[in-house]
């Protein structure tokens, strides 16, 4: 029977266990949480930080000896390095443990490009000592993005528009490396690409590229991504082309290789390169929607030194991955999850939030609170059919929150509906807080909302693809709100008291989770006898 030990007991790496599972094989899973969500998958389990190599080998030679041990494998984590030192220590199959490194240590990974001369940024690398502002060599210019040497899911990555940011992002950036590096490289303007490959005896098959979706600077947040990607082939065949030059640099001749490439007005350029297949939903569930290719089947074979298997799409679909973005607060409950889930196009939804969690606005992506996928023909259909989904969920805060508040009062910075015009923010920003007087009652009543000009027919979406005018409704109907005027609101106060900016503002900055906001905290106000000090000034 094959044996494999997979590094990873999360939701990215259930692809894997299933596939292996499904295949016959033993399945030894190891991951340092001792309640990783895929545990009761494997046939075995080992609670092993996934950092400690020597522990790892150790466990590796243990499965050897009680029934023999194939390959090590893993999906979506950034610790192909621990599998190459147990792959290599014990003769496994896979790559060597430097080419590893180099697929992990971003300093070392542009030290491959330059010397191959695969178009990368131009880069300087800080190991913490001294002022990174006067050893910034003079040729690269802002803006610069900062990031750990060693990390994964954009933690601690942040543009820097000048040297005024630039040792703070440094310095935050820091503790989030294990080597305690910091690299500073040159940003690079244009659309972003994800692809996966799968590399057996030195030939490189790239499995698909899909567009991403990149949000919220100087953050880089994958709000989504889309397969296959709607550039034409001849860019397409541009942006393969380096991500197999990079391949070749840092030197993966046998098993996965994960690539962001970005399209520069220079060219396409090599973001990063990792030695194994994507996370976020793409290696394990993307591929095989959008086009019928198990990417993570092939990898597993090839890591047990088979050959990968049939790479070739079995049909031509679109698949789009959106992510469930919140405001900063406590969640008080999700609802809709069944809903969305049963949504026509839906194929899966993966809720992180739950009642009782802190949630923020993500700087990474690991700080997001869930993702839907959608199928269909049409890439637009698939778009609409994901945004559908996140409208059904009902992500609730607890009202009166002051990491809600205080993020409502920062308008101007990632408002979820960008397109909306500067006269219609003008508009929001100079209405009244309210008209009338507070009431010391409200109870289930509904809470009048003075009108903004125009608000029903206005198309713009925010960052989940929802329409402006929908989220309003939504916010209306979760948290009692009325409109006054209009197709479905009343024409007048029903008591003299309506909320004005405070409303409108919220829309702008958190759409509808921040309309039901301020409508749940009006009320919890008003039962507390604080309404007028939540309302601030008319």
């Not at 698939?382 to 559908?388: H, I, Q, T």
């Not at 507070?438 to 509904?446: H, L, N, Q, W």
Request: glycine share 10%; proline share 6%; with cysteine.
């Amino acid at each position: 029977m094959t044996t494999i030990l997979i590094l990873g007991g999360g939701t990215m790496q259930e692809p894997a266990i299933r596939i292996s599972r499904r295949k016959g094989w033993r399945v030894v899973l190891a991951d340092g949480n001792p309640a990783a969500p895929a545990r009761e998958m494997a046939d075995r389990f080992e609670c092993v930080d996934l950092k400690d190599r020597d522990g790892l080998l150790a466990l590796a030679r243990n499965v050897r000896e009680s029934g023999g041990l194939d390959g090590v494998f893993t999906a979506g984590t950034d610790f192909s390095s621990s599998v190459a030192w147990v792959a290599e220590s014990l003769g496994l199959p896979g790559i060597p443990f430097a080419t590893a490194l180099r697929a992990t240590d971003k300093c070392l990974m542009r030290e491959a490009f330059a010397a191959a001369g695969v178009p990368s940024p131009r880069s300087f690398c800080w190991s913490g000592h001294g002022d990174p502002r006067a050893l910034l060599p003079g040729d690269l210019e802002f803006p610069l993005v900062v990031k750990p040497v060693d990390n994964m899911g954009a933690r601690g990555v942040r543009r820097v528009e000048d040297t005024a940011a630039l040792e703070a992002a440094c310095r935050s950036a820091l503790p989030l490396s294990r080597s305690s590096k910091v690299i500073i490289e040159e940003y690079m303007e244009g659309p972003e690409f994800s692809l996966d490959a799968i590399v057996h005896d030195g030939i490189i098959a790239v499995c698909g590229v899909a567009d991403r979706i990149i949000r919220f600077p100087p953050f880089f947040v994958e709000t989504g991504h889309t397969m296959p990607s709607e550039f034409p082939a001849s860019v397409l065949r541009e942006v393969e082309e380096v991500f197999r030059a990079g391949i070749r640099a840092i030197g993966i001749h046998r098993g996965a290789a994960k690539g962001d490439i970005k399209l520069t007005r220079h060219g396409a350029m090599v973001g990063e390169i990792a030695a194994r297949l994507s996370g976020g939903y793409m290696s394990g569930w993307t591929f095989p929607l959008s086009s019928g290719v198990e990417v993570t089947e092939a990898a597993l074979n090839v890591a047990v030194g088979l050959p990968p298997g049939e790479l070739s799409p079995r049909w031509q679909k679109v698949c789009a991955e959106r992510a469930l973005i919140s405001i900063p607060g406590v969640v008080a409950s999700v609802r809709g999850a069944g809903d969305a889930q049963r949504s026509p196009g839906i194929t899966n939804l993966f809720l992180r939030a739950a009642a009782g969690d802190r949630v923020v606005f993500p700087e990474n992506n690991v700080q997001k609170c869930g993702n839907v996928l959608a199928v269909h023909a049409d890439r637009r259909e698939a778009s609409r059919a994901a945004a559908r989904a996140l409208a059904l969920l009902d992500l609730r805060l607890s009202p009166l929150e002051e990491s809600t508040d205080a993020h409502l009062r920062r308008p101007g910075v990632h408002e979820s509906f960008e397109q909306l015009s500067a006269e219609l923010r003008d508009t929001v920003r100079t209405m009244a807080s309210h008209r009338g007087t507070p009431p010391s009652r409200i109870g289930d009543a509904p809470i009048d909302i003075l009108p903004l000009e125009g608000w029903e027919a206005r198309t713009e979406t925010d960052w989940h693809g929802l329409a402006f005018a929908h989220a309003v409704h939504l916010a209306c109907e979760r948290g009692g709100g009325r409109v006054l005027g209009g197709s479905v609101g009343a024409k007048s106060p029903s008591s003299g008291f309506a909320v004005g900016r405070i409303f409108w503002q919220a829309m702008l900055r958190g759409s509808h989770q921040a309309g039901t906001y301020v409508l749940d905290s009006i009320r919890e106000s008003a039962r507390r006898g604080a309404l007028p000090g939540f309302l601030g000034a008319p």
